[in-house]
């Protein structure tokens, strides 16, 4: 178990350092900010994400994104951006659990995402703690390089899941969705985009596929 918990590390590390040229990722969270969870130990998540403005009909931004479990407290991702006005093409993300969450307790994640030589990487830290009426999230984050604080909720409610999430600063992007479960492999997560400064609102889908990737699961 250790040996194999060594080589995921390795794999993990030799991952990043590939994508610290590359480009930035988003990993397990509500949709704009990340929670102090992973995709689970052995996972592989795939999902095809869709944004663009409210009212509007072209797509602005399409991304695959791919995220993979090392260990129950490791995960770290790349994404594409196949078309769009990006910089970046490839993009990459990781998390950590500092510290996992018990019935009724704090789960604590550090991570960063922006891991590219076209913008300063942001650096973050999450803490979740589940209450009887729902999940609540709070930390802080830094965007090129000032910093944020950020906060969460979300609430399941059978095969939905409503979250909501806000960020302050400069941009002060927020946002509100909601997450239908259609199989256990299977989800569509929506919700409306809220930036700041006069922007206007957007929207975005996000298709996503989960497959355990050992044999005993």
């Given at each position: 178990?250790?040996a194999k918990?060594?080589?995921?590390?390795?794999?993990?590390?030799s991952?990043?350092?590939?994508?610290?040229?590359?480009?930035w990722?988003?990993?397990?969270?509500?949709?704009?900010i990340?929670t102090?969870e992973?995709?689970?130990?052995?996972v592989y998540s795939?999902e095809?994400?869709?944004?663009?403005e409210?009212?509007?009909?072209?797509?602005d931004?399409?991304?695959?994104?791919n995220?993979?479990?090392?260990?129950?407290?490791?995960?770290?991702?790349?994404d594409?951006?196949p078309?769009?006005?990006?910089?970046?093409?490839?993009l990459?993300?990781y998390k950590?659990i500092?510290k996992?969450q018990?019935?009724?307790?704090?789960?604590?994640?550090?991570?960063a995402v922006d891991?590219?030589h076209?913008?300063?990487?942001s650096f973050?830290?999450?803490?979740?703690?589940?209450?009887?009426f729902?999940?609540f999230?709070?930390?802080?984050m830094?965007?090129?390089?000032?910093g944020?604080?950020?906060?969460?909720?979300d609430?399941e409610c059978?095969k939905?899941?409503?979250?909501?999430?806000?960020t302050?600063?400069?941009?002060n992007p927020?946002?509100?969705?909601?997450t239908?479960?259609i199989?256990?492999a299977?989800?569509?997560?929506?919700?409306v985009?809220?930036?700041g400064g006069?922007e206007?609102a957007g929207?975005t889908?996000?298709?996503v596929?989960?497959?355990?990737?050992?044999?005993?699961?």
């Amino acid at each position: 178990m250790a040996a194999k918990s060594a080589l995921f590390l390795c794999i993990a590390i030799s991952s990043l350092l590939l994508l610290a040229t590359s480009g930035w990722g988003c990993g397990t969270g509500l949709l704009v900010i990340p929670t102090a969870e992973t995709v689970g130990d052995g996972v592989y998540s795939f999902e095809y994400q869709v944004d663009s403005e409210s009212g509007g009909v072209l797509l602005d931004t399409g991304l695959l994104n791919n995220q993979l479990g090392l260990g129950e407290r490791f995960e770290t991702g790349v994404d594409f951006i196949p078309h769009g006005d990006a910089p970046s093409r490839v993009l990459g993300n990781y998390k950590y659990i500092i510290k996992p969450q018990g019935d009724g307790k704090m789960a604590l994640a550090v991570g960063a995402v922006d891991i590219s030589h076209h913008r300063k990487p942001s650096f973050f830290t999450v803490a979740s703690i589940q209450q009887r009426f729902g999940r609540f999230h709070f930390g802080a984050m830094s965007v090129e390089s000032a910093g944020c604080g950020i906060v969460g909720f979300d609430k399941e409610c059978g095969k939905i899941t409503f979250m909501c999430d806000y960020t302050t600063g400069r941009v002060n992007p927020a946002s509100i969705g909601l997450t239908y479960q259609i199989t256990s492999a299977f989800g569509i997560d929506t919700g409306v985009l809220i930036p700041g400064g006069g922007e206007k609102a957007g929207f975005t889908i996000h298709f996503v596929w989960n497959k355990s990737l050992r044999k005993d699961k």
